[in-house]
């Protein structure tokens, strides 16, 4: 992973030296990402789970030169940390005996506005520097009760949050309507990971972790892009 992360900033810093003029991307673009998302930012949040997936998907249009503006869905989905929360043995004295299963996920929905800009360094090849920006939906499920005094007072398992993602893509073009992409994100939720949401907040290796900063994370993957209306130099 760290490889590939510099493999991505190598490149974009070489780009900024480089770009081949005259050539433009076309009009409507249809781009979709999907990686494994990689949690950094809130130690709690980082202790009690780990990423599955996140993938998204937005329409396009070139406003001028190279700068595009769109709108998109993103999906991501996020699962408790398998090595604390695997099996919990349950209290005797609650009157519950054996063990306990964990398989607490948090799925997340969002809408965003894209503003970008792409950067040809070929005639198959650019680089896409973009920043997404919305409102995401978030629900906890598979939640496990808890009556513990650590998680009361209860709280919903569902809420929402601003977020913003900037994003750089390495392109090629593969056919006349479509590229492929190495890419490079990082989500910031506006909001600080509440441990009674899932109920965690019994877990001492969650209570014995640090929660200053906002739920945030990196995602390395893949994309494509479907190029509609595009001119083609002679």
Avoid at 77 to 86: D, E, L, R
Wanted: hydrophobic fraction near 40%; proline fraction near 3%.
């Amino acid at each position: 992973m760290k490889r590939f992360l510099s493999v991505i900033i190598l490149c974009s810093s070489l780009l900024t030296f480089s770009q081949k003029e005259g050539q433009e991307n076309a009009l409507f673009t249809i781009r979709g990402n999907i990686g494994i998302p990689r949690i950094i930012g809130s130690q709690m949040f980082r202790t009690s789970f780990n990423g599955l997936y996140e993938g998204n998907l937005s329409v396009n249009v070139r406003l001028f030169n190279n700068f595009f503006v769109g709108a998109g869905y993103q999906n991501t989905q996020f699962q408790n940390n398998k090595k604390i929360f695997a099996y919990y043995q349950s209290n005797p004295q609650s009157g519950v005996y054996g063990t306990l299963s964990y398989n607490t996920r948090l799925l997340s929905s969002g809408a965003f506005i894209k503003v970008g800009y792409d950067k040809f360094f070929s005639d198959k090849g650019y680089a896409t520097f973009s920043l997404n920006s919305g409102l995401m939906l978030n629900n906890y499920f598979n939640v496990n009760a808890d009556t513990s005094l650590a998680n009361r007072p209860y709280v919903i398992t569902d809420f929402s949050a601003p977020y913003v993602q900037p994003e750089v893509s390495i392109n090629f073009i593969v056919e006349k309507h479509l590229a492929f992409s190495i890419m490079l994100s990082h989500t910031t939720m506006i909001y600080k990971f509440d441990p009674k949401a899932p109920r965690f907040a019994q877990f001492q290796e969650v209570k014995d972790t640090k929660n200053g900063a906002f739920m945030n994370w990196i995602n390395i993957g893949f994309g494509f892009t479907i190029l509609l209306d595009k001119k083609t130099k002679e």
